[in-house]
């Protein structure tokens, strides 16, 4: 079975295709509107929303064409600035215009100058998608393939920070705790003794210069003592024997 490529040249040809095809695209768009003009040299090819309601621009080129980025930045600012009004014209599809709308541009090729000036810019989404249009036996079908994907998002969150999920470690086997022989209760600490007080020698006493006594003054010879009488003994009486005569 042969594959062959089918080149497409209407630009307008290739729009109907690829809304068509919106699945080998990105799942969950919804196509809103198509050939909106922007100024006398850019169109918005197709307005889509996403399944959150964001808002998705797609700039198509049938040829590898530079240009491609500037159109596609010019329909992003436009989206940015009237995204509240597209909400209440086009009512019915669920467009949430607090997001900011990202962009997607599709082209059978793109060279290194659009590669890079989209790969070092900062503060929006932009993807590069490479289309061709195949022919297998009797069928036809887009063969659309990203070339690059903005890595995060640019938007910025305006509610509260989410918190981060925490990651659930490997639970760990519990060995059994060893038991130990319990030791005994430490005694109370007891104050420490209090300081004796120091023991400050007294001081020495000046010895006082001797002094004489004065004399006495002399007797009288009334004061005078008396020599004490001896006290006389009664006189013993003699015991008169009896003469016995023979």
């Not at 209407?10 to 695209?25: A, N, P, Y």
Request: proline residues 13%.
């Amino acid at each position: 079975m042969s594959i062959e490529r089918i080149e497409i040249e209407s630009k307008s040809e290739l729009e109907k295709i690829i809304m068509d095809s919106l699945g080998h695209v990105e799942k969950g768009l919804t196509v809103i509107c198509n050939n909106v003009p922007i100024n006398d040299k850019t169109t918005l090819d197709i307005l889509c929303h996403d399944e959150k309601g964001q808002l998705v621009i797609m700039q198509v080129a049938v040829n590898e064409d530079d240009d491609i980025l500037l159109h596609g930045l010019q329909s992003l600012n436009y989206v940015e600035k009237f995204k509240s009004m597209l909400k209440m014209t086009y009512a019915k599809h669920k467009i949430d215009d607090k997001e900011p709308p990202r962009l997607i541009l599709i082209a059978p090729s793109f060279s290194e100058t659009v590669h890079n000036a989209v790969k070092n810019m900062q503060g929006m989404r932009i993807d590069l998608y490479e289309w061709e249009y195949l022919k297998i036996g009797d069928q036809k079908g887009l063969r659309i393939q990203p070339i690059f994907t903005t890595p995060k998002p640019w938007k910025k969150k305006t509610g509260p920070a989410e918190k981060p999920k925490p990651v659930e470690k490997p639970a760990k086997k519990t060995e059994p705790k060893k038991k130990f022989p319990s030791l005994p209760e430490p005694e109370p600490l007891k104050p420490p003794p209090e300081p004796k007080p120091e023991h400050k020698p007294e001081p020495s006493k000046k010895e006082e210069p001797w002094t004489p006594s004065p004399p006495k003054p002399p007797m009288k010879p009334e004061e005078e003592k008396k020599p004490e009488e001896k006290t006389k003994e009664p006189p013993k009486k003699e015991s008169k024997k009896k003469l016995k005569l023979f």
